[in-house]
């Protein structure tokens, strides 16, 4: 599983739930290293043998590998994924000393901990989720020791906002128990950030006409297009988005600044921005996963007493569309 790191704080918490349920390798003492020491470390490495005619670290999206080639092989050979440099210098390292090469790293060698074995009794079952709310209840503090020592209210939802984003994009691919667990942990501080979230917007709410101005104009200009606020009428932000879509009517800044208000926020660029992400039918119903599925079908299934006739007709044929494509369950 890979993600956009939005937040330290989110990005530590969805690799944690990892490590806990047998999906990731704890790994601590890593080194930081920049491009001239990987640079460095490979030459020396290189210089080591002259055996080793290629020697390096290859990049992608985040993930680093090794990779090297000795005299008499034709093909490059790409050691262990790793998050950071030094760990794949240290996979390097390793698969070299398999080739009867020894080379002893500049740096300490990061501390890896074996994979812990995923729960499958009950037991583990319940030792893996009394981790996991600790690793919850650990993460809130986190996250209200950074919104304290943030002076505005407008970079406070910067930081939730980019949380939000990481949690949103973590996923399990499998449906093993530890997965679902991960899942559930996410969902449970998905859930916390949002509603401190919209508190926040509550608090911006509060203030004086020319200062919500202000916060408000902050809030339209931020990027931030994912979080699923929960509204006081007790409709997402997507799900109040949908009805106007399936309505046929359509949204610019002003009238979903005119909607927000109508439903108890200061500002609409987030609906708006739900609004942009759901306007085709391909963008509703193509998504990949069976879980997102379950609950856009969920979601589409709420707002069917709301809409028109034609509104009606149009979300019920995209809610076939959406149950055919997966094995539906009606989530609670």
Known sequence: METTTQHPLSQAFIQQASIIIGHRQEIRGIQ??????????????KAVSP?????????????????YRLQGQEIQIHCEAADSPAVALYYGVKALKSDGISY????????????????????QEIS???????????????????????????????????????????DWDDETTGSVMARWAVNRAEKWA?????????????????EKQRSCAALRNNPHTEANDTLTHGLTLAELALIEIYEGRFLNIEAANRLA??????????LLAKFNLFDTPKQRTGIDTSRSRNYMVKSLKRLLPLLSDKGRQNAEKEIQTLMARTDYKDLN
């Open 194 to 210: 949002e509603e401190r979230y919209e508190f926040k917007v509550q608090e911006i709410e509060a203030l004086p006409d020319d």
């Open 51 to 67: 055996r080793i005619l290629q020697a390096g670290l290859d990049e992608e999206d985040g993930v680093y590998f090794f990779k």
């Open 128 to 170: 893996v989720r009394s981790e996991l709310r600790g690793l919850l209840s650990s993460f809130e503090e986190q996250v209200e020791e950074a919104l304290a020592s943030t002076l505005h209210i407008e970079a406070q939802l910067d930081i939730l906002q980019a949380i939000l984003t990481d949690l949103e994009s973590a």
């Open 104 to 123: 002893k790293l500049s740096f300490p060698k990061p501390n890896l901990k074996d994979l812990r074995k995923p729960p499958y009794t009950l037991d």
């Open 32 to 45: 930081p290293l920049n491009q001239n020491d990987i640079q460095r470390e490979c030459d020396n490495i």
């Open 261 to 270: 208000l109508k439903n108890g926020l200061s500002c609409g660029q987030r």
